[in-house]
T-cell receptor, first 114, second 110 residues
Framework: NAGVTQTPKFQVLKTGQSMTLQCAQD?????MSWYRQDPGMGLRLIHY???????DQGEVPNGYNVSRSTTEDFPLRLLSAAPSQTSVYFC?????????????FGPGTRLTVL | GQQVMQIPQYQHVQEGEDFTTYCNSS?????IQWYKQRPGGHPVFLIQ?????EVKKQKRLTFQFGEAKKNSSLHITATQTTDVGTYFC??????????FGSGTQLTVLP
């Protein structure tokens, strides 16, 4: 299994540009989520999904859209990039077993908006 | 919504010394999870605690969940340079979405 994969690893955008951060998992996990991490801070939830076709907003959803057409893929779209969206973005998927929810994080996408 | 506060923000220790980070909530938590993030890396799941007063050990790491399920701690005995990183607590919601503490950055001096 490749686990959780994210592309691209690095991206530089200009203000106003749009782009899609890709996230895929091959573990057949129902739950997936997106987080952003700013320097010296914890991770903040952007959007999450409990299965194909179902998404919901997290703590910081403004400026981002998501869709979940398949179990495997959960792309995050930046509609019109702003410097405040400069951050590291992590995608995660999870499963439950024996009462424990185990989360797997992707390697992250480091985004700079100029 | 529910939040968790984590202290200290930074901790520098000499190799071989012990280390503890604390996580506190003003409300009762259904669970607490702990993650380790190496510099430049991604969070890696360490453990989940769900029971009041629960204590779990992983080699030199000891995790505790308070009796009131409002606080938790991670204790590392005899730190090693491989323990360097940021340790986060988090709790998981009904959709497995996580709310993170701000983390404790551990530096181990050789």
């Amino acid at each position: 299994n490749a686990g959780v994969t994210q592309t691209p690893k690095f991206q530089v955008l200009k203000t106003g540009q749009s782009m899609t951060l890709q996230c895929a998992q091959d573990m057949n996990h129902e739950y997936m989520s997106w987080y952003r991490q700013d320097p010296g801070m914890g991770l903040r939830l952007i959007h999450y999904s409990v299965g194909a076709g179902i998404t919901d907003q997290g703590e910081v959803p403004n400026g981002y859209n998501v869709s979940r057409s398949t179990t495997e893929d959960f792309p995050l779209r930046l509609l019109s990039a702003a410097p405040s969206q400069t951050s590291v973005y992590f995608c995660a998927s999870s499963y439950s077993s024996g009462g424990t929810d185990t989360q797997y994080f992707g390697p992250g996408t480091r985004l700079t908006v100029l | 919504g529910q939040q968790v506060m984590q202290i200290p923000q930074y901790q520098h220790v000499q190799e071989g010394e012990d280390f503890t980070t604390y996580c506190n909530s003003s409300t009762t938590l259904s669970n607490i999870q702990w993650y380790k993030q190496r510099p430049g890396g991604h969070p890696v799941f360490l453990i989940q605690l769900v029971k009041s007063g629960e204590v779990k050990k992983q080699k030199r790491l000891t995790f505790q969940f308070g009796e009131a399920k409002k606080n938790s701690s991670l204790h590392i005995t005899a730190t090693q340079t491989t323990d360097v990183g940021t340790y986060f607590c988090a709790f998981s919601g009904s959709a497995r979405q996580l709310t993170f503490g701000s983390g404790t950055q551990l530096t181990v001096l050789p």
